[in-house]
């Protein structure tokens, strides 16, 4: 990834937040990299060198700022938007597929060898992917050793690392600390047993009470609950299951975290960070939809709004056929229906694809077809034919999607943008959409919408929030 230079070192000199994430900052005469908004002292132009990624910084032999903690910055808003291999290999890497499967897993995922991946991530990134899963393994064993009890060696393997020799090693070379000066460190408040606190950051702005408040309103009983400033739901991730609850606040949203097992830290926050949409860029979306007219107020009032996503692609993908052509609180009565009753208190994911497919008939309470639909979106899911994850190819999912009985364009659109991630999906024939096009003055008929919304390109998924708001 080519980055220039001028553009870079104004960024660090006016310590532009926005480009957090984007690129890293190594100091020659220091030996340490931060982020383009670190408070220090900005360094002269020919002691600095520029990364796309920590990764590469740290295969340089720099090592993280204490001050500034770059390792916790926003990830770059790029691989959200990039449907490509590069794109898709860091939002699965993102989700620990390295740590579990290995480099074969994730390359055969994306159906290269690794040779090639190693050579793409390279070019893009400055790092393959070991070395970027390496960051990641870093950066979780710091919040481990921060803000849990566990012993080091736990946190070692938990983090991903194959001994505690490597563990220590990494530790070492990238904070310039062993892992034990890291937990001398830290704070005197003791987190509570079996939970882990952090902050996931991101970039303003940000528009908390939609975000919340379209959570909220499609809240299934026993899986989440919301209110006006908390989200809290259960997830499934790769080694148990998992609860996670969610508060937004100036620059950075608090997440606590009880997991069954320490290994999914890592996925858990990935997940997190994609629900609320937290990589987001804000201000390149706000600046395009706010250069049309229709929008523009709406934009100004209401800056920051994200498209809400989702921890499993299935469930989002089984919510959306259940609320064809029925209301937000008729789809949730339904599927509460189909999920059965919860425990008084707890939280627990949603059920799985073969979970779903075996299903008996009387627990669809719903029309045949659309029973049909859900076992057979179940089915391919179950047996890999479907891959409805973030690091899923988004033209082929959306294409097979299709081929399912039951659904159209609009399911499959409204799958892709929450469930895949797509930044520019309008879902020109919905009937919201249409409603709040006509109150913000836009053309409203269909073909007429979509001709209209070509202006707000890559960014048509959220037009689209900012349609359903103001319906």
Request: with cysteine.
């Amino acid at each position: 990834m080519e980055l220039d230079f001028e553009r870079c070192y104004r960024a660090v000199d006016s310590r532009d937040q926005r480009f957090d994430g984007w690129f890293y900052t190594a100091v020659h005469t220091t030996g340490i990299y931060c982020r383009p908004s670190c408070p220090a002292v900005t360094p002269r132009r020919e002691n600095v060198s520029f990364h796309p990624s920590a990764a590469a910084a740290q295969r340089g032999g720099f090592r993280a700022c204490r001050r500034c903690r770059p390792d916790a910055a926003p990830g770059s808003p790029e691989w959200d938007v990039r449907a490509d291999t590069v794109g898709r290999a860091m939002r699965l890497i993102s989700d620990g597929v390295v740590d579990r499967e290995g480099v074969p897993g994730l390359a055969s995922r994306l159906g290269y060898t690794e040779r090639h991946l190693n050579r793409m991530l390279g070019a893009e990134l400055g790092a393959g992917p070991l070395a970027l899963a390496r960051a990641q393994r870093a950066q979780t064993a710091r919040i481990l050793i921060e803000t849990t009890d566990l012993g080091l060696a736990e946190i070692a393997f938990a983090a991903g690392f194959g001994s505690v020799r490597q563990f220590n090693d990494t530790i070492r070379a990238v904070y310039a600390r062993s892992p034990s000066e890291l937990r001398q460190r830290r704070t005197a408040r003791r987190p509570e047993a079996g939970t882990i606190t952090l902050r996931l950051a991101y970039r303003a702005p940000l528009h908390a009470g939609a975000l919340l408040g379209f959570l909220a309103a499609r809240a299934l009983p026993g899986i989440e609950d919301a209110d006006a400033t908390t989200y809290r739901r259960g997830l499934n991730l790769p080694h148990g299951g998992a609860t996670v609850s969610l508060t937004p606040g100036d620059r950075w949203v608090s997440a606590t975290l009880r997991l069954a097992d320490v290994r999914d830290l890592a996925p858990a926050v990935a997940r997190c960070r994609r629900l609320l949409d937290l990589d987001a860029d804000p201000v390149a979306v706000d600046g395009t939809l706010g250069a049309d007219p229709a929008l523009a107020a709406a934009v100004r009032a209401e800056p920051g709004v994200r498209v809400p996503r989702a921890v499993d692609g299935f469930e989002l993908a089984v919510r959306a056929i259940v609320g064809q052509q029925v209301s937000v609180a008729g789809a949730r009565t339904t599927l509460g229906r189909l999920l059965g009753p919860a425990t008084q208190g707890e939280l627990r994911g949603f059920p799985g694809a073969g979970t779903v497919a075996e299903l008996p008939d009387e627990v669809f309470r719903m029309p045949a077809s659309r029973r049909e639909t859900i076992r057979a979106l179940a089915g391919a899911v179950a047996d890999g034919k479907l891959d409805l994850e973030p690091g899923a190819d988004r033209e082929e999912s959306v294409a097979r999607l299709l081929e399912l009985p039951g659904v159209g364009p609009w399911t499959a659109g409204y799958v892709a943008m929450r469930a895949i991630g797509d930044p520019d999906v309008l879902l020109h024939t919905d009937v919201a959409a249409q409603r709040g096009a006509r109150a913000l003055g836009l053309p409203h008929s269909p073909d007429a919408l979509a001709a209209h919304a070509e202006s707000w390109r890559p960014w048509r998924s959220y037009a689209l929030m900012r349609l359903w708001r103001s319906a």
